[in-house]
């Protein structure tokens, strides 16, 4: 018997129209289960599970269908009395958000937060409450219980936060937790934490598992069953086994194409963006993005197809009745990708050289605003890139990796180090040759809503570059140029008289992109370029870059956390750990052969779509360290599992294994006799 | 001869300034937005309707002009009085005075005063007045009768003008739509149009069912009495409007640079530069305000006494202090408006657009224009239109208290200013204040009401809920 059970909920925003993020969703999750909601943003997980809670925004509205918990008698949600509500949640079903900074109350220590719940819910006080919150506490792995909490949230680091909000969740020990993209916001070694603690507890409490991602890599590692969701409607649920070994929808099958691989010389993608909600769907939904689609897809929408093994699917593609119901396709599914064909040519002439960069913030203090101590951001770098390859720039949050960029512009000015770029040194130029300089060396940003000036349109954006730098003179031939870089860059001409806010995320970075080519750079610095898109729209973008690497032979610094990216796109990686590189070589040497305890800490750490059980996740304890005040020594021995004494005391040399392939780490001899790097 | 005086002047170029603003707003669709959402408001839409009628007072109010004496031989002569187009209109208001106080419709003075009779007699009574109900032979029986009668015809009037303008607007609307007059009726009859007019109509209707009975009745009757030397209370309170409205409107003109430019380059540049304007204002705002408008108002005002020649009428020197203390408010009142842009710039210098324009080379000054102005003109526009009536109620307040503006200029300030002594008069003259009053609530609480409006439509934090769930 299923423990919850929701059946053709729908629910209504009245915003202006109505808008339809749940139309129809049904599902069961059963007593222990792990359930999986998959899909892209703006495709109404979050509503499902507002919904559910009955904690939608006010301009929502649950139009229709039944959510029952089941637990001996039935209890129908949506008929509920909200005081009653207020009773069954967080005691029989809770929930956990995705920003655990925005979720806390700042100005309460999280004792007292986790208190609020067992005195609401379970009435317990006193002894006994403060018993069960240190209980709690221990339970989700926070150490030294005692004292934490009494801790305020801006005492705890982002991972810990969260672990706060799952013991809040768990304080009542509910029947169902929903878990609403809990590892999103966290860098990939707090969030192999954060699973392993969610599975841990699960299997200890057996409660059922709501869980919101988008990221297939977390499916696999978390979901027994997974339900895919596209534009307010399930399209695909079936089994963990089935669903990674033969997914069935178009959908799905593309969303696996689109996500990037070694190897895969292009990344399937899928044409046009997710409809609008506001409308009726008298066909299928994602016909006029799905290649298989035929005229039956645009003329009836596909009922619910139930297949063996309890799997489902909403496609006319597996319908019985339909003449040329293709489980072929699924069957003669190959990755879209095609192999690389061609390794790409070597240059080995460094285009640009860092040599021990540091960038030092200070931190002042006192009326006299003097110098107290510097934070760390970025101590002593060195890398080269050579014209037409890519150097993939990987850590954690707060490792310095953005700075890293910024100050190869000088956007951030450096304290130390130098930076050639064609063997000019950068930091030491003066303003107007900088200027010059400016034009070879551009940046694309992570968050394509920040990086588009919303009061300018398209055209000016683009334009404003080849103004500034005096490439091109001419005002026609700046616009004949703008509408070159919108084909080169997969727009039309005829958007540059836009704004920004009429395109989508996608088509925004698109957007940066041929801003900084208008000005024809020879490297360009991507800070996180596609952290905030979504799997499809990330294929896209990551399409666009390598053939743009191709056709123009573009240097990239390639700043990421996500390593699947770096598999598809790196020629080169570099690990930074706190400000420092601790590991640089060839893509195959450092995602083949590791030798950084870190670097392999944070390759198992990734989720993978290979089934979880296979691969050894090595667990790192506690987060990264403050720059303000850096372990001695090696950075990283409180958290390696293979720390030594001597890791304490001094900063490892490098160790080469090849003539591209370094580490420092004590683990394997020193061999400074090439030079220090 | 027409006359600008210098409050004219910026009047008529923030007047154009309006209307440069509203041809490039209506251009461009990003900047339209917002202001269709005002457009989509009803409170906002109902003060603006009130507002129309206030600026519109305010407006015929600034164009002044010296009215040519009677012809003797050959040169004209120029009277020295400045009249406006206002005074024109309401000639019968400014010319039909009293001998001193009378109340609201009356048809006797206020005071009792000997009186000679014809036959040479002479009695203590309340004198008739010589223009307020005059045509009555007995007030006493006559006057209740004839007022009612009065503003029955010209509820009447009211109501027929009503639906000739609600007609007009229906049928323009019609015209633009391509639809039947009826259908288009019945929407906006129902509400069922995107911009509210049946609130703009409703609102439109009750103005007109105050104001044109009180212009009917103003021909024979001093609606709001008269005061101390006999003018009509009315006209006075209609005059106030617009100096109400020029210390509203002009001074956020003179503060608008210095907050604009003090508070971007406090933003942006940050260091030595942000300190340095951040002493200057929060200095500034440690001063009580009101003391250093009264020290800089005296100041003036002793400037102006000792040179009368600098001025060739009474109203240009009245004018010159007006502006001085538009001036003034303005130096004082920018610090608010000043943080605000510094905070908001401090944000926005480290989006990544900006970033993005550093990494081009882009000027600074560039910059400072072609990316930070406008992206903090929500604020400015948000802050002037919320500044108004505080300004409003300041100059009231400021004349009060005597160092706001000259004595001889109609003010809100003024007439509370002078009718506050009748307040301890028994029986009360209490229709001066009424009247000041009450047209200053309507002005200030329509202006508020419209900022409202106009706050929630350019706040980006109102509307996030609605961008999320989008």
Same mark, same amino acid.
């Given at each position: #018997?299923?423990?919850?059970?929701?059946?053709?909920?729908?629910?209504?925003?009245?915003?202006?129209?109505?808008?339809?993020?749940?139309?129809?969703?049904?599902?069961?999750?059963?007593?222990?289960?792990?359930?999986?909601?998959?899909?892209?943003?703006?495709?109404?997980?979050?509503?499902?599970?507002?919904?559910?809670?009955?904690?939608?925004?006010?301009?929502?509205?649950?139009?229709?269908?039944?959510?029952?918990?089941?637990?001996?008698?039935?209890?129908?949600?949506?008929?509920?009395?909200?005081?009653?509500?207020?009773?069954?949640?967080?005691?029989?079903?809770?929930?956990?958000?995705?920003? %655990?900074?925005?979720?806390?109350?700042?100005?309460?220590?999280?004792?007292?937060?986790?208190?609020?719940?067992?005195?609401?819910?379970?009435?317990?006080?006193?002894?006994?409450?403060?018993?069960?919150?240190?209980?709690?506490?221990?339970?989700?792995?926070?150490?030294?219980?005692?004292?934490?909490?009494?801790?305020?949230?801006?005492?705890?680091?982002?991972?810990?936060?969260?672990?706060?909000?799952?013991?809040?969740?768990?304080?009542?020990?509910?029947?169902?937790?929903?878990?609403?993209?809990?590892?999103?916001?966290?860098?990939?070694?707090?969030?192999?934490?954060?699973?392993?603690?969610?599975?841990?507890?699960?299997?200890?409490?057996?409660?059922?598992?709501?869980?919101?991602?988008?990221?297939?890599?977390?499916?696999?590692?978390?979901?027994?069953?997974?339900?895919?969701?596209?534009?307010?409607?399930?399209?695909?649920?079936?089994?963990?086994?089935?669903?990674?070994?033969?997914?069935?929808?178009? @959908?799905?099958?593309?969303?696996?194409?689109?996500?990037?691989?070694?190897?895969?010389?292009?990344?399937?993608?899928?044409?046009?963006?997710?409809?609008?909600?506001?409308?009726?769907?008298?066909?299928?939904?994602?016909?006029?993005?799905?290649?298989?689609?035929?005229?039956?897809?645009?003329?009836?929408?596909?009922?619910?197809?139930?297949?063996?093994?309890?799997?489902?699917?909403?496609?006319?593609?597996?319908?019985?009745?339909?003449?040329?119901?293709?489980?072929?396709?699924?069957?003669?599914?190959?990755?879209?990708?095609?192999? #690389?064909?061609?390794p790409p040519p070597v240059t080995r002439y460094p285009l640009l050289q860092v040599?021990?960069?540091?960038?030092?913030?200070?931190?002042?203090?006192?009326?006299?605003?003097?110098?107290?101590?510097?934070?760390?951001?970025?101590?002593?770098?060195?890398f080269d890139i050579a014209a037409g390859r890519t150097l993939?720039?990987?850590?954690?949050?707060?490792?310095?990796?953005?700075?890293?960029?910024?100050?190869?512009?000088?956007?951030?000015?450096?304290?130390?180090?130098?930076?050639r770029f064609g063997g000019?040194?950068?930091?030491?130029?003066?303003?107007?040759?900088?200027?010059?300089?400016?034009?070879?060396?551009?940046?694309?940003?992570?968050?394509?809503?920040?990086?588009?000036? %919303?009061?300018?349109?398209?055209?000016?954006?683009?334009?404003?570059?080849?103004?500034?730098?005096?490439?091109?003179?001419?005002?026609?031939?700046?616009?004949?140029?703008?509408?070159?870089?919108?084909?080169?860059?997969?727009?039309?001409?005829?958007?540059?008289?836009? @704004?920004?806010?009429?395109?989508?995320?996608?088509?925004?970075?698109?957007?940066?992109?041929?801003?900084?080519?208008?000005?024809?750079?020879r490297l360009?610095?991507?800070?996180?370029?596609?952290?905030?898109?979504?799997?499809?729209?990330?294929?896209?973008?990551?399409?666009?870059?390598?053939?743009?690497q191709?056709?123009?032979g573009l240097a990239y610094?390639?700043?990421?956390?996500?390593?699947?990216?770096?598999?598809?796109?790196a020629h080169e990686?570099?690990?930074?750990?706190?400000?420092?590189?601790?590991?640089c070589g060839s893509a195959e040497e450092?995602?083949?052969? %590791?030798?950084?305890?870190?670097?392999?800490?944070?390759?198992?750490?990734?989720?993978?779509?290979?089934?979880?059980?296979?691969?050894?996740?090595?667990?790192?304890?506690?987060?990264?360290?403050?720059?303000?005040?850096?372990?001695?020594?090696?950075?990283?021995?409180?958290?390696?599992?293979?720390?030594?004494?001597?890791?304490?005391?001094?900063? %490892?040399?490098?160790?080469?294994?090849s003539a591209t392939h370094?580490?420092?780490? @004590?683990?394997?001899?020193?061999?400074?006799?090439n030079d220090?790097a | 001869?027409?006359?600008?005086?210098?409050?004219?002047?910026?009047?008529?170029?923030?007047?154009?300034?309006?209307?440069?603003?509203?041809?490039?707003?209506?251009?461009?669709?990003?900047?339209?937005?917002?202001?269709?959402?005002?457009?989509?408001?009803?409170?906002?839409?109902?003060?603006?309707?009130?507002?129309?009628?206030?600026? =519109?007072?305010?407006?015929?109010?600034?164009?002044?002009?010296?009215?040519?004496?009677?012809?003797?031989?050959?040169?004209?002569?120029?009277?020295?009085?400045?009249?406006?187009?206002?005074?024109?209109? =309401?000639?019968?208001?400014?010319?039909?005075?009293?001998?001193?106080?009378?109340?609201?419709?009356?048809?006797?003075?206020?005071?009792?005063?000997?009186?000679?009779?014809?036959?040479?007699?002479?009695?203590?009574?309340?004198?008739?007045?010589?223009?307020?109900?005059?045509?009555?032979?007995?007030?006493?029986?006559?006057?209740?009768?004839?007022?009612?009668?009065?503003?029955?015809?010209?509820?009447?009037?009211?109501?027929?003008?009503?639906?000739?303008?609600?007609?007009?607007?229906? =049928?323009?609307?019609?015209?633009?739509?391509?639809?039947?007059?009826?259908?288009?009726?019945?929407?906006?009859?129902?509400?069922?149009?995107?911009?509210?007019?049946?609130?703009?109509?409703?609102?439109?209707?009750?103005?007109?069912?105050?104001?044109?009975?009180?212009?009917?009745?103003?021909?024979?009757?001093?609606?709001?009495?008269?005061?101390?030397?006999?003018?009509?209370?009315?006209?006075?309170?209609?005059?106030?409007?617009?100096?109400?409205?020029?210390?509203?409107?002009?001074?956020?003109?003179?503060?608008?640079?210095?907050?604009?430019?003090?508070?971007?380059?406090?933003?942006?540049?940050?260091?030595?530069?942000?300190?340095?304007?951040?002493?200057?204002?929060?200095?500034?705002?440690?001063?009580?305000?009101?003391?250093?408008? =009264?020290?800089?108002?005296?100041?003036?005002?002793?400037?102006?006494?000792?040179?009368?020649?600098?001025?060739?009428?009474?109203?240009?020197?009245?004018?010159?202090?007006?502006?001085?203390?538009?001036?003034?408010?303005?130096?004082?009142?920018?610090?608010?408006?000043?943080?605000?842009?510094?905070?908001?710039?401090?944000?926005?210098?480290?989006?990544?657009?900006?970033?993005?324009?550093?990494?081009?080379?882009?000027?600074?000054?560039?910059?400072?224009?072609?990316?930070?102005?406008?992206?903090?003109?929500?604020?400015?526009?948000?802050?002037?239109?919320?500044?108004?009536?505080?300004?409003?109620?300041?100059?009231?307040?400021?004349?009060?208290?005597?160092?706001?503006?000259?004595?001889?200029?109609?003010?809100?300030?003024?007439?509370?200013?002078?009718?506050?002594?009748?307040?301890?008069?028994?029986?009360?003259?209490?229709?001066?204040?009424?009247?000041?009053?009450?047209?200053?609530?309507?002005?200030?609480?329509?202006?508020?009401?419209?900022?409202?409006?106009?706050?929630?439509?350019?706040?980006?934090?109102?509307?996030?809920?609605?961008?999320?769930?989008?």
């Amino acid at each position: #018997m299923s423990l919850l059970h929701v059946e053709n909920l729908q629910t209504v925003l009245d915003t202006g129209g109505s808008v339809r993020p749940v139309d129809g969703v049904t599902f069961d999750i059963a007593r222990g289960e792990t359930f999986a909601l998959l899909g892209e943003s703006g495709c109404g997980k979050s509503l499902t599970a507002l919904s559910i809670m009955r904690l939608l925004p006010e301009v929502g509205r649950i139009a229709g269908g039944l959510v029952r918990l089941q637990d001996g008698d039935a209890l129908d949600l949506l008929a509920l009395p909200e005081t009653a509500m207020r009773n069954l949640r967080g005691k029989r079903m809770a929930m956990i958000f995705q920003e %655990p900074a925005a979720s806390l109350n700042p100005v309460m220590t999280v004792g007292e937060q986790i208190a609020e719940v067992l005195e609401r819910h379970a009435g317990l006080r006193g002894e006994a409450q403060q018993q069960r919150v240190l209980e709690l506490l221990d339970a989700v792995g926070i150490s030294d219980a005692v004292r934490r909490a009494r801790d305020y949230p801006f005492q705890m680091s982002g991972g810990m936060k969260q672990r706060v909000m799952i013991a809040i969740a768990l304080a009542c020990a509910p029947d169902l937790l929903i878990a609403d993209e809990p590892t999103t916001a966290l860098d990939v070694t707090i969030q192999a934490q954060v699973l392993e603690l969610l599975r841990e507890l699960q299997h200890k409490n057996g409660m059922a598992l709501l869980l919101i991602t988008h990221d297939l890599g977390v499916v696999a590692e978390m979901a027994h069953r997974v339900a895919v969701m596209y534009a307010g409607e399930i399209v695909e649920i079936a089994s963990r086994e089935q669903f990674f070994s033969r997914p069935l929808h178009p @959908y799905t099958q593309k969303l696996f194409a689109a996500l990037p691989q070694k190897g895969k010389a292009r990344l399937a993608t899928i044409p046009g963006t997710v409809p609008m909600l506001n409308r009726e769907f008298p066909c299928c939904r994602f016909a006029d993005r799905c290649e298989h689609a035929w005229a039956l897809c645009r003329e009836q929408a596909p009922a619910w197809t139930l297949l063996e093994g309890g799997r489902g699917v909403r496609c006319h593609l597996y319908e019985e009745h339909v003449a040329g119901s293709a489980w072929s396709v699924a069957k003669s599914e190959e990755p879209e990708g095609t192999r #690389m064909s061609h390794p790409p040519p070597v240059t080995r002439y460094p285009l640009l050289q860092v040599e021990s960069l540091r960038v030092h913030f200070p931190i002042r203090k006192g009326v006299l605003q003097r110098v107290s101590g510097y934070v760390k951001a970025v101590d002593g770098v060195s890398f080269d890139i050579a014209a037409g390859r890519t150097l993939a720039l990987v850590g954690e949050s707060g490792c310095g990796k953005t700075t890293v960029g910024k100050s190869i512009l000088r956007l951030i000015e450096p304290s130390a180090g130098t930076v050639r770029f064609g063997g000019e040194n950068i930091g030491a130029l003066r303003r107007d040759r900088m200027r010059m300089l400016r034009s070879q060396l551009q940046i694309i940003f992570q968050d394509p809503y920040a990086s588009l000036n %919303p009061r300018m349109r398209v055209a000016e954006s683009i334009e404003e570059g080849m103004a500034a730098l005096e490439t091109v003179a001419d005002a026609a031939a700046r616009m004949r140029r703008v509408d070159e870089l919108l084909a080169q860059v997969g727009l039309s001409a005829a958007m540059k008289y836009r @704004y920004p806010h009429e395109f989508s995320g996608g088509q925004r970075q698109r957007i940066a992109i041929a801003r900084a080519l208008a000005v024809r750079p020879r490297l360009i610095v991507c800070d996180e370029p596609t952290s905030a898109l979504d799997v499809s729209v990330q294929a896209q973008i990551l399409n666009l870059l390598k053939q743009l690497q191709d056709e123009l032979g573009l240097a990239y610094l390639f700043i990421t956390h996500n390593i699947a990216v770096v598999e598809f796109l790196a020629h080169e990686v570099a690990v930074m750990y706190l400000g420092r590189i601790v590991e640089c070589g060839s893509a195959e040497e450092i995602l083949n052969t %590791p030798r950084h305890p870190y670097t392999q800490a944070l390759l198992s750490a990734a989720p993978r779509l290979e089934s979880a059980g296979e691969r050894r996740v090595i667990k790192l304890s506690g987060e990264l360290p403050s720059p303000i005040n850096p372990p001695p020594g090696c950075h990283f021995h409180p958290r390696c599992p293979h720390a030594m004494p001597q890791c304490r005391g001094e900063y %490892p040399q490098a160790s080469r294994f090849s003539a591209t392939h370094h580490a420092h780490c @004590y683990l394997y001899p020193s061999n400074p006799l090439n030079d220090g790097a | 001869m027409p006359v600008v005086l210098w409050t004219d002047a910026l009047i008529y170029l923030l007047l154009a300034a309006v209307i440069v603003f509203v041809v490039v707003v209506r251009r461009r669709e990003h900047l339209l937005a917002p202001w269709q959402r005002v457009a989509h408001s009803r409170s906002g839409m109902a003060a603006a309707t009130v507002l129309v009628f206030f600026l =519109a007072a305010g407006l015929l109010d600034s164009v002044h002009y010296r009215p040519a004496l009677a012809d003797n031989g050959g040169e004209r002569n120029y009277s020295v009085e400045v009249l406006s187009l206002f005074d024109l209109l =309401a000639t019968q208001l400014r010319t039909h005075t009293e001998k001193t106080y009378s109340a609201p419709l009356a048809a006797h003075l206020f005071a009792k005063e000997n009186i000679s009779l014809a036959d040479g007699r002479q009695v203590r009574d309340f004198p008739r007045l010589v223009h307020g109900g005059a045509h009555l032979p007995d007030p006493a029986n006559e006057l209740a009768h004839d007022v009612l009668w009065r503003s029955g015809l010209a509820l009447l009037l009211a109501l027929v003008i009503w639906l000739a303008l609600a007609a007009g607007l229906v =049928a323009w609307l019609a015209r633009r739509r391509g639809i039947a007059w009826r259908d288009m009726a019945r929407q906006v009859w129902y509400g069922k149009t995107e911009i509210p007019w049946h609130v703009v109509l409703l609102t439109l209707a009750a103005m007109l069912v105050v104001v044109v009975p009180m212009w009917v009745l103003s021909a024979n009757y001093h609606v709001f009495g008269t005061d101390k030397v006999g003018q009509d209370v009315l006209y006075l309170a209609l005059k106030s409007i617009r100096t109400g409205l020029v210390i509203g409107t002009l001074t956020t003109l003179v503060m608008l640079p210095f907050a604009l430019l003090l508070g971007i380059a406090a933003g942006y540049f940050k260091g030595w530069a942000d300190d340095v304007i951040q002493y200057v204002y929060t200095t500034l705002n440690s001063i009580p305000s009101v003391l250093l408008i =009264a020290a800089a108002v005296l100041m003036t005002q002793i400037y102006m006494d000792l040179h009368p020649e600098l001025f060739e009428t009474v109203a240009a020197r009245a004018d010159l202090r007006l502006l001085f203390l538009c001036v003034i408010l303005g130096i004082t009142s920018w610090t608010g408006l000043c943080r605000l842009l510094r905070g908001e710039t401090l944000k926005l210098r480290e989006m990544e657009y900006i970033q993005a324009a550093q990494a081009f080379g882009v000027s600074q000054w560039r910059i400072l224009t072609r990316h930070i102005l406008p992206n903090v003109m929500h604020i400015v526009l948000i802050s002037l239109v919320m500044e108004f009536s505080a300004l409003v109620l300041a100059e009231a307040v400021l004349s009060y208290v005597g160092v706001g503006v000259d004595p001889s200029m109609i003010s809100f300030g003024t007439m509370i200013n002078s009718a506050r002594l009748e307040m301890a008069r028994e029986p009360m003259v209490w229709w001066a204040l009424l009247a000041a009053f009450s047209f200053m609530f309507v002005l200030v609480l329509a202006a508020n009401l419209f900022a409202d409006a106009v706050r929630d439509a350019f706040d980006p934090r109102v509307q996030t809920l609605k961008v999320k769930t989008a």
